[in-house]
């Protein structure tokens, strides 16, 4: 900076150039021309447009007016919610009832079809029923033709055989007459219902049947080194059924089972029987 107004002329030159500079801004800002609008008619007007849309090949000399909106009232606003909602409530009300008469529809047509399925099924067991008791009485008629007529014609037995002290042939029509009893045969026996280590029985007397049951009996007996038993507990687990028809016959039974003696056996070797008992067809 000091080498630009290091002499007087430089100096001097800086001071009126500076003044020049200030009387030009001056004179454009205060003095300078002015601007005048041009008068209107002789300006030209232009029409943009009022819309976003428009439709025709002329454009009008006039500018249209825009399109006011009226204004709704916001009690009608309100009011035609209101409305909507209340429809759209009842349009779902009656889905709602409609589902709910399909499914209610749809159970009364299966607990019919069920309740006729029952029906039925209890139709046929009766049916089955009198059929067998219809065969039944068929063959009783048939016996009593072969063998000269048990019944008379009241109904009443005049002669027959059974344990009851009552009159009439006890026994069943379907039974196989060579069994000994009135139920059938138990207890089938052999070496494979008898278990008492290495030793063999040699008596093997078999239960009587005394009753309408069937199913395995298992006995635990006690055998003392002659080979007899001396204490017999039956009905023991691995029974299939515990009546006491077949329990106590089957005890009566073990207890009267002959075993091998042996000297050197245990003096209460313990050992099973296992007794079937099965009504004869």
Known sequence: M??????????????????IMITILFAMFYVGLSYLDPPEEFGIALNFGTSNVGKGNFQ???AAKPVVKKSIPQEEVKSEQKATEQKVVATEKVITQNTEDAIAIKKQQEAKKKAEAIAKKERDRQEAIAKQKA??????????ALIGGINNAEGKSTSGEGDDNQSGDKGKITGNPNVNGYYGNGGSGGNGDYFLGNRKPTNKPKPKYICNEEGLVVV????????????????????????????????AAALKTKWQPDAKAPSQQTGYIKYRFKLAQ
Not at 12 to 17: F, H, N, P, Q
Not at 136 to 141: D, M, T, V
Not at 226 to 246: E, F, R
């Open 2 to 19: 000091s080498n630009l107004l290091n002499t007087k002329e430089k100096r001097k030159s800086a001071i009126i150039t500076t003044f």
């Open 60 to 62: 009008p000399k006039q």
């Open 135 to 144: 065969e039944e009485e068929a063959k009783k008629q048939k016996l009593d």
């Open 220 to 251: 635990e007996i006690k055998v003392d080194v002659h080979g007899n038993v001396i204490k017999a507990v039956a009905g023991i687990k691995g029974s299939t059924n515990t009546a006491d028809c077949l329990v106590s016959q089957a005890k």
